[in-house]
């Protein structure tokens, strides 16, 4: 019988791999890129929204 | 230009539409799938975004450009974070009715002066947050229309506020019945807020650029513009904010009230994780283009202005300053309703006596209003005496350096079990009294609430004139983290510390049993009535049996100890975690001396290892194996067996036990042996008392009457501990094995019977033979009546031998010994002998017994069993019938099976006799005149013979017996059925 993963597996870890990857968007060094005066006044928006949009697939799929 | 009074109107025109979407949701006027959907619950979580977000975001982001994005994607950050933060904190805040986070500190760190250090700080620390709240509606109301006083207009918002939180956010005093209006209100003007903004800046984008397109244009021809907003990005305060916000996002009072007090559920919070982050993206589309259009329409205005002076004159003005309202209320409703709960569990009650309090539930829902309307007056207060540069997003950010500090406390409360009292009172307190140097004693000074020596920034390297969150939240969050952790691991927890953290962060633990010092449901509200009242002690109590499915009879010690921690949960969402466990302690003790009954130590062993399997390695993984085994031979035996303790308590009571006595074992674990109800236990019981270890003793229940064979175990050799020595009791069910056993004895009586029969037919038999003879030889000499008179003796003689020939091969049949012996024979032939047989008995003789089975029928068995069953069913008919009365034998084949009947008009039979006929043993018949096995044993012989025996009968309506047989059955198939139903069970 295949083995379910257990909570921490199956909800817990996805969650912090969306959550490091958000930081590394925004929190971190990389934040100068998409900060540096070039681009659109939207672009932080839409960096937002994809990070939501990630976050909620993920939370969907482990639901 | 707006006059004051219809600002006034629109303002209270507003509160008021608020009142009746919170009064339509508390009447169900609103359909419950819209109150309790996830979306409601996620829009309520945007009471976050306050008249900073509705103002001071614009303000902010002329000063920090894209720094103030800052504050709503923390918050994202912490959403994405829900099933590793947010769900644990809900698990807890639900399972030990927490109802805030000083409650929840209080809990973990089992201690009045977190409790307290938390309220107090928070209060400190979210009074200049409600002030911004009410200054930001006064100033729009100073910006839109006249300049009334100030007091009267934060006057009359803060008595309609204060109105609002005592009607829908104060009616219940216990957080299991959620405030269904505040939900819907809160979610509502989160959607008047975000449609107020984004209006206002749709129409200050057409009216100052044109459109999209003419901002676009605008930006192109000022790149920097872009520039600006960009580079504080780069080089200020991002990542400090982003943690700040991070904290704020769920640790705010209003918001931990929300997200959890007011929670609708964990599938709720799931949405809200996307949902919520969602909304705040939509509010802040329309910061930027309010900037650059108030840049353009209102250079010489406050940016925190700009919303409303763009809105001022257009179509959207009172639109705009609807959204202020309710950015503004919101906040101030549902921090004030935090706020007070804190206040209440860790400030007021710990000094009162609350069993004379009157009536506690009135009292405790009372003393909440009164703190509501205070602290909503405090911050008005507060507003009054602010310095009035002071601009909201700095008053707001405040607030947010107070939260991030008891970051490291909540995540100490889900990951690390080693946190301490001492450690977490250490952290926080450094924290506070930085946060308190850098930033709000300054702010006080300022305000010049307090003398300018006070203003002790400089000594944490803040100049005037700068950004000072990022060095007040460094040396703060710091200095708290290092004393936390440092003074954690040099101190030790309390044995309640230890238990608070293992709850707090789900690790296996177990429940040690102990003897409650109450011995029923009745005593817990004796014991709690000078502590709560009677009346509240009386109510926590039946809440507390009804949470658990438990009846108010309940004595088992295991079942009390659950009621005991269930009231404590319970009282906790009352008065606080604290408070609970003392009441509790004080009131439903628990006596250290007596050991728990061996069931509930065999209980909680048994749950231990069950807990810990996963961990067992080896022998001792080997040995749980085994025991595990020998519990389910034990569970699995055939045999009744019940197990007692010391002190007589039921340590196990098996499947078959349970089946013979109609009590489940889970009823029956744990309670003494004298407190189970039931002849069974009767009887057990009584048994203990004698000395003989086995006793025979026959029972009715369940309408049935049952043979049981008892046994008891001597006692244990002296070796083992007197903790582990107790009779255990064996139950066999004789029921079956008895009528068998009376059929044995039967079939050999008649065997008995079948022998004194041949020696009996032989005896007459040979005399018999010699009047044959004599008659015969007398009739060939004799001639006329002579001669007719010979022939009658000679047919008597032959009635005679034809009588001694039935009853002789009858009596044959009833031996088990014999094998029965296949043959077809004629039905007719067969019911003729039978009737024969029966009618030489007086009572039968009254009966006439019309034969009228079809000649030629023809049935396949042994036709001396079969016959048998015929005499049974024809004698039974017989006795039923009335002197004179009729019985008619008829058969006929149909198809595969030839169907005999036997009928009488005699009395019938009602339905409780033809439920229990067949049964052996029973009888309706006086004693000595049946055995009862008659219609038994025909039953058995026709299903030997594959067929099939039904009573249709009526009370006063006679009796038809049908038995339907196998007309064409192969002698062969039919000795098969036969040996099957005879075989020893194997």
Not at chain 2, 738 to 756: F, I, P
């Amino acid at each position: 019988m295949p083995h379910r993963p257990d909570h921490r597996t199956r909800v817990v870890e996805p969650a912090l791999w969306v959550f490091g990857l958000a930081l590394l968007v925004f929190a971190s060094r990389s934040r100068l890129m998409w900060a540096d005066g070039q681009h659109s006044w939207l672009w932080p928006f839409g960096l937002w929204a994809a990070v939501i949009l990630v976050g909620a697939v993920v939370n969907r799929r482990t639901d | 230009m707006l006059q004051l009074g219809q600002l006034f109107a629109v303002a209270v025109g507003y509160l008021l539409l608020l009142f009746l979407v919170a009064y339509a949701a508390e009447r169900r006027w609103v359909p419950a799938g819209l109150v309790r959907h996830p979306l409601t619950y996620a829009l309520s979580l945007g009471v976050y975004a306050t008249s900073w977000s509705y103002s001071g975001s614009v303000g902010y982001a002329r000063a920090q450009g894209f720094n103030f994005l800052a504050i709503y994607v923390g918050v994202t950050l912490s959403c994405l974070l829900v099933p590793v933060v947010w769900q644990p904190v809900l698990r807890l805040t639900r399972e030990h009715q927490l109802t805030s986070l000083a409650d929840l500190f209080a809990f973990r760190f089992q201690s009045h002066g977190a409790g307290v250090l938390v309220t107090l700080f928070m209060l400190a620390g979210n009074v200049p947050y409600l002030a911004l709240q009410i200054r930001a509606v006064t100033q729009g109301v100073r910006l839109l229309g006249h300049a009334p006083p100030a007091s009267m207009v934060g006057l009359v918002f803060c008595a309609l506020v204060a109105l609002f939180a005592l009607l829908f956010g104060a009616r219940h005093v216990t957080p299991r019945e959620r405030h269904a209006g505040l939900g819907l209100a809160i979610a509502f003007e989160s959607v008047v807020k975000l449609g107020a903004l984004l209006a206002v800046a749709a129409v200050a984008v057409t009216h100052v650029f044109g459109g999209a397109g003419g901002l676009g244009r605008w930006l192109a021809a000022h790149p920097e513009a872009l520039e600006e907003v960009y580079r504080p990005v780069r080089e200020g305060p991002w990542a400090t904010l982003l943690l700040l916000s991070f904290a704020a996002g769920f640790l705010l009072p209003r918001q931990f009230h929300m997200a959890f007090t007011e929670a609708l559920g964990s599938r709720a919070l799931g949405v809200a994780a996307w949902a919520f982050p969602a909304f705040l993206l939509l509010l802040n589309l329309a910061v930027l283009p309010l900037l650059w259009a108030g840049q353009v329409a209102l250079p010489g205005v406050h940016p925190d202005n700009y919303v409303l002076g763009l809105a001022h004159g257009t179509g959207v003005s009172a639109l705009a300053f609807v959204g202020a309202v309710s950015a503004a209320s919101a906040m101030v409703i549902v921090d004030t309703l935090a706020l007070a709960a804190m206040c209440l569990n860790h400030l007021f009650l710990p000094r009162r006596n609350l069993a004379g309090a009157g009536d506690l539930y009135r009292g405790l829902l009372w003393a909440r209003r009164v703190l509501i309307v205070v602290i909503i007056f405090f911050g008005y207060g507060f507003s009054r005496l602010l310095d009035v540069r002071a601009g909201l997003v700095e008053l707001g950010l405040i607030s947010f350096v107070a939260v991030v500090q008891v970051l490291p406390g909540l995540l100490a409360v889900l990951f690390w079990r080693g946190a301490t009292r001492l450690g977490f009172l250490s952290g926080l307190s450094a924290g506070i009294a930085v946060w308190a140097a850098t930033l709000f004693l300054p702010l006080l000074a300022r305000a010049h609430l307090l003398p300018a020596g006070f203003d002790l920034a400089h000594f944490f390297g803040i100049v005037p004139g700068t950004e000072p969150w990022s060095i007040a939240t460094f040396w703060s969050l710091g200095l708290n983290v290092l004393l936390f952790g440092g003074v954690s691991l040099l101190t030790q927890q309390s044995p309640r510390e230890e238990e608070a953290a293992g709850l707090c962060t789900r690790a296996p633990r177990l429940v040690e049993p102990m003897v409650v010092e109450a011995g029923s449901p009745r005593d817990f509200q004796a014991k709690l009535a000078p502590l709560l009242g009677l009346d509240a002690a009386t109510t926590e109590v039946d809440l507390a049996l009804a949470d658990l499915n438990m009846l108010v009879d309940e004595r088992r010690p295991a079942q009390l100890q659950k009621l005991r921690e269930r009231l404590q949960r319970n009282l906790s969402g009352l008065v606080g975690p604290l408070r609970a466990r003392w009441l509790v302690d004080r009131g439903i003790r628990v006596d250290p001396r007596r050991q728990p009954a061996l069931s509930e130590r065999l209980r909680s062993l048994e749950e231990q290892l069950r807990m810990s399997r996963a961990q067992l390695h080896g022998a001792p993984a080997e040995l749980e194996a085994f025991r595990r085994y020998l519990r389910r031979v034990l569970e699995d035996l055939p045999l009744g067996v019940c197990a007692l303790g010391p002190d007589r308590d039921v340590v196990i009571w098996n499947r078959a036990l349970e089946t013979l006595s109609g009590v489940h074992a889970s009823d029956a674990v744990g309670a003494r042996l004298d407190q189970l109800e039931g002849p069974l236990a009767l009887t057990l019981r009584n048994f203990l008392q004698q000395e003989s270890p086995h006793a025979e003793v026959c029972l009715t229940f369940n309408g049935r009457e049952r043979v049981l064979s008892l046994g008891k175990s001597q006692e244990p050799a002296s070796s083992a501990p007197a903790d582990l020595r107790g009779p255990v009791l064996l139950v066999e069910d004789l029921t079956e094995r008895k009528a068998l056993a009376a059929q044995v004895a039967h079939q050999d009586r008649l065997a008995s019977v079948g022998r004194l029969a041949a020696g009996v037919a032989h005896e007459i038999g040979n005399p018999l033979t010699g009047i044959a003879c004599l008659a015969q030889n007398l009739q060939k000499e004799s001639s006329g009546e002579q001669r007719d008179r010979l022939a009658l003796i000679l047919r008597e003689t032959q009635r005679i031998d034809t009588i001694v020939r039935v009853l002789l091969g009858f009596s044959h049949a009833g031996t088990i010994h014999a094998v029965p012996r296949f043959e077809r024979f004629e039905a007719r032939e067969a019911f003729g002998e039978a009737i024969t047989l029966v009618q030489l008995s007086r009572q039968a003789k009254r009966v006439v017994c019309h034969n009228r089975v079809a000649s030629g029928l023809l049935l396949d068995g042994d036709r001396q069993r079969l016959l048998q069953v015929f005499v049974n069913l024809i004698s039974n008919a017989c006795d039923a019938s009335p002197a004179g009365g009729d019985v008619v034998v008829e058969g006929e084949a149909l198809g595969d099976v030839v169907r005999l009947r036997v009928t009488d008009r005699g009395t019938g039979i009602d339905d409780a006799v033809r439920e229990r006929m067949f049964e052996p043993f029973f009888t309706t018949k006086p004693p000595g005149q049946g055995t009862g096995l008659g219609l038994p044993l025909a039953q058995s012989i026709v299903r030997e013979h594959l067929g099939t025996l039904e009573v249709e009968s009526s009370p006063g309506k006679g009796t038809t017996v049908v038995v339907e047989l196998p007309s064409r059955g192969e002698p062969e198939r039919l000795a098969g059925g036969a040996a099957q139903l005879q075989a020893p069970a194997k």
